[in-house]
Protein backbone atom coordinates (compact mmCIF):
# COMPACT_ATOMS: atom_id res chain seq x y z
CA UNK A 1 0.00 0.00 0.00
CA UNK A 2 0.93 3.69 0.00
CA UNK A 3 2.74 5.18 3.00
CA UNK A 4 3.19 9.25 3.71
CA UNK A 5 1.99 11.81 4.58
CA UNK A 6 -0.56 14.05 2.74
CA UNK A 7 2.54 16.61 2.18
CA UNK A 8 4.82 14.20 0.62
CA UNK A 9 4.45 11.93 -2.33
CA UNK A 10 2.89 8.74 -1.72
CA UNK A 11 5.69 6.06 -1.78
CA UNK A 12 4.95 2.33 -2.22
CA UNK A 13 6.21 0.20 0.54
CA UNK A 14 6.19 -3.70 0.88
CA UNK A 15 6.65 -3.87 4.39
CA UNK A 16 3.12 -3.13 5.32
CA UNK A 17 1.29 -5.15 2.97
CA UNK A 18 0.18 -8.54 4.44
CA UNK A 19 1.35 -10.33 1.76
CA UNK A 20 -0.68 -13.82 3.69
CA UNK A 21 -3.43 -13.48 1.66
CA UNK A 22 -1.58 -13.81 -1.39
CA UNK A 23 0.53 -16.68 -0.57
CA UNK A 24 -0.19 -20.18 -2.07
CA UNK A 25 1.09 -21.99 0.67
CA UNK A 26 -1.59 -23.03 3.65
CA UNK A 27 -2.55 -20.50 6.27
CA UNK A 28 -1.72 -22.29 8.90
CA UNK A 29 2.20 -21.01 8.77
CA UNK A 30 1.11 -17.38 9.53
CA UNK A 31 3.69 -17.15 12.56
CA UNK A 32 6.63 -18.20 10.81
CA UNK A 33 5.39 -15.95 7.95
CA UNK A 34 5.84 -13.08 11.16
CA UNK A 35 9.29 -14.44 11.84
CA UNK A 36 10.57 -14.64 8.30
CA UNK A 37 9.02 -11.13 7.46
CA UNK A 38 11.34 -9.79 10.16
CA UNK A 39 14.39 -12.03 8.95
CA UNK A 40 13.28 -11.00 5.62
CA UNK A 41 13.60 -7.29 6.24
CA UNK A 42 16.97 -7.57 8.48
CA UNK A 43 18.19 -9.40 5.22
CA UNK A 44 17.04 -6.45 3.26
CA UNK A 45 18.00 -4.25 4.83
CA UNK A 46 21.50 -6.02 4.96
CA UNK A 47 21.75 -6.27 1.27
CA UNK A 48 20.49 -2.03 1.29
CA UNK A 49 23.53 -1.44 2.94
CA UNK A 50 25.72 -3.71 0.70
CA UNK A 51 24.38 -2.31 -1.99
CA UNK A 52 25.39 1.27 -0.61
CA UNK A 53 27.96 0.34 0.14
CA UNK A 54 29.18 -1.24 -3.36
CA UNK A 55 27.77 1.99 -4.69
CA UNK A 56 29.84 4.18 -3.07
CA UNK A 57 33.07 2.07 -3.64
CA UNK A 58 32.38 2.35 -7.41
CA UNK A 59 31.68 6.11 -7.38
CA UNK A 60 34.78 6.43 -5.21
CA UNK A 61 36.89 4.42 -7.95
CA UNK A 62 35.08 6.17 -10.67
CA UNK A 63 36.57 9.57 -9.13
CA UNK A 64 39.71 8.52 -8.73
CA UNK A 65 39.70 7.02 -12.15
CA UNK A 66 38.46 10.79 -13.55
CA UNK A 67 41.00 12.09 -11.01
CA UNK A 68 43.97 9.61 -12.12
CA UNK A 69 43.03 10.85 -16.22
CA UNK A 70 43.10 14.37 -15.73
CA UNK A 71 46.18 14.30 -13.63
CA UNK A 72 47.87 12.20 -16.99
CA UNK A 73 46.08 14.58 -19.37
CA UNK A 74 47.69 17.36 -17.25
CA UNK A 75 51.50 16.08 -17.65
CA UNK A 76 50.86 15.14 -20.62
CA UNK A 77 50.48 18.61 -21.95
CA UNK A 78 52.95 20.30 -19.72
CA UNK A 79 55.48 17.35 -21.07
CA UNK A 80 54.40 18.36 -24.66
CA UNK A 81 54.45 22.20 -24.01
CA UNK A 82 58.07 21.56 -22.22
CA UNK A 83 59.07 20.20 -25.50
CA UNK A 84 57.64 22.54 -27.54
CA UNK A 85 60.07 24.95 -26.16
CA UNK A 86 62.78 23.08 -26.00
CA UNK A 87 63.08 22.59 -29.60
CA UNK A 88 61.31 25.85 -30.46
CA UNK A 89 64.45 27.99 -29.66
CA UNK A 90 67.45 26.96 -31.95
CA UNK A 91 70.12 28.12 -29.68
CA UNK A 92 69.33 25.03 -27.62
CA UNK A 93 69.33 22.53 -30.25
CA UNK A 94 73.06 23.37 -31.47
CA UNK A 95 73.73 19.64 -31.99
CA UNK A 96 71.43 19.07 -34.57
CA UNK A 97 71.43 22.39 -36.56
CA UNK A 98 73.33 23.00 -39.83
CA UNK A 99 74.44 26.44 -40.32
CA UNK A 100 75.15 26.07 -43.75
CA UNK A 101 74.22 28.94 -46.26
CA UNK A 102 71.96 27.19 -48.52
CA UNK A 103 72.78 28.09 -52.30
CA UNK A 104 70.19 29.77 -54.43
CA UNK A 105 69.35 29.28 -57.67
CA UNK A 106 71.21 32.31 -59.41
CA UNK A 107 74.85 31.87 -57.71
CA UNK A 108 75.94 29.69 -60.13
CA UNK A 109 74.54 32.20 -63.23
CA UNK A 110 77.32 32.97 -65.57
CA UNK A 111 76.24 36.62 -65.97
CA UNK A 112 76.20 37.64 -62.73
CA UNK A 113 75.42 41.50 -61.47
CA UNK A 114 74.33 42.24 -64.19
CA UNK A 115 72.32 45.42 -63.64
CA UNK A 116 74.27 47.17 -61.24
CA UNK A 117 75.88 50.36 -62.84
CA UNK A 118 78.91 52.12 -61.93
CA UNK A 119 78.82 54.45 -58.97
CA UNK A 120 77.23 57.38 -59.49
CA UNK A 121 79.22 61.09 -57.93
CA UNK A 122 76.59 62.53 -55.76
CA UNK A 123 75.35 65.93 -56.76
CA UNK A 124 76.35 68.59 -55.14
CA UNK A 125 74.50 71.95 -55.10
CA UNK A 126 75.94 75.29 -57.04
CA UNK A 127 73.68 78.29 -56.63
CA UNK A 128 75.10 79.56 -60.16
CA UNK A 129 72.68 78.90 -62.65
CA UNK A 130 75.65 78.49 -65.61
CA UNK A 131 77.55 76.08 -63.53
CA UNK A 132 74.54 73.85 -62.25
CA UNK A 133 74.56 70.41 -62.87
CA UNK A 134 71.37 70.60 -65.02
CA UNK A 135 72.88 73.71 -67.28
CA UNK A 136 75.79 71.71 -67.92
CA UNK A 137 73.78 68.51 -68.94
CA UNK A 138 71.09 70.84 -71.32
CA UNK A 139 74.43 72.40 -72.70
CA UNK A 140 75.78 68.83 -73.56
CA UNK A 141 72.44 67.56 -74.95
CA UNK A 142 71.04 70.46 -77.02
CA UNK A 143 74.53 72.36 -77.89
CA UNK A 144 76.63 70.09 -78.97
Given at each position: LLTGTEQEKPMLSLQNVDLSKFDDDDDSDDDDDSEDDSDDSDDDDDEKADLERELARIRKEREEEKLRKEMEAAEEKMNKRNQEALSGN????????????KKRWYDDVV????????????????????????HRKFLNKYMK
Open positions: PLLNLGKQNFTVFKNQARDAPKAQKTFINDTIRNAF
